[in-house]
């Protein structure tokens, strides 16, 4: 029964090593990737616009949001207010995932220039 159970832990872990080397690949973007840029540019553009009060109501869905499926609406609203002011400080939470080198590569080839 273990030994089962290790093996299809092991195919697991080999079909999801296949399917990230997959998305790698193609170049395609994670849903947390995805929803990491939405936040990236949502805080960037607001409050690069003084727009303050668009981010407490912005604040305010996303806290009712998580809240409704077991978050602390206190605890975002800290999370959110900590992630702001490291925003206000010129940190993302996006990271580069390859050499600029590259980057420009695969934009030339994608005609991004």
Same mark, same amino acid.
């Given at each position: 029964?273990?030994?089962?159970?290790?093996?299809?832990?092991?195919?697991?872990?080999?079909?999801?090593?296949?399917?990230?080397?997959?998305?790698?690949?193609?170049?395609?973007?994670?849903?947390?990737?995805?929803?990491?840029?939405?936040?990236?540019?949502?805080?960037?553009?607001?409050?690069?616009?003084?727009?303050?009060?668009?981010? &407490?109501?912005?604040?305010?869905?996303?806290?009712?949001?998580?809240?409704?499926?077991?978050?602390?609406?206190?605890?975002?609203?800290?999370?959110? &207010?900590?992630?702001?002011?490291?925003?206000?400080?010129?940190?993302?939470?996006?990271?580069?995932?390859?050499?600029?080198?590259?980057?420009?590569?695969?934009?030339?080839?994608?005609?991004?220039?």
């Amino acid at each position: 029964m273990a030994r089962d159970q290790a093996k299809r832990l092991e195919t697991q872990r080999v079909r999801q090593r296949e399917y990230r080397a997959r998305l790698k690949a193609e170049r395609r973007p994670s849903n947390e990737d995805l929803a990491r840029a939405l936040l990236d540019v949502t805080l960037t553009q607001h409050l690069k616009l003084g727009r303050y009060e668009d981010l &407490f109501r912005i604040m305010d869905l996303v806290a009712k949001r998580l809240q409704d499926v077991g978050f602390s609406r206190k605890a975002t609203r800290a999370v959110w &207010f900590d992630l702001q002011d490291r925003y206000d400080r010129g940190w993302s939470l996006l990271r580069q995932r390859i050499s600029l080198a590259e980057l420009h590569t695969l934009r030339r080839e994608d005609g991004d220039d």
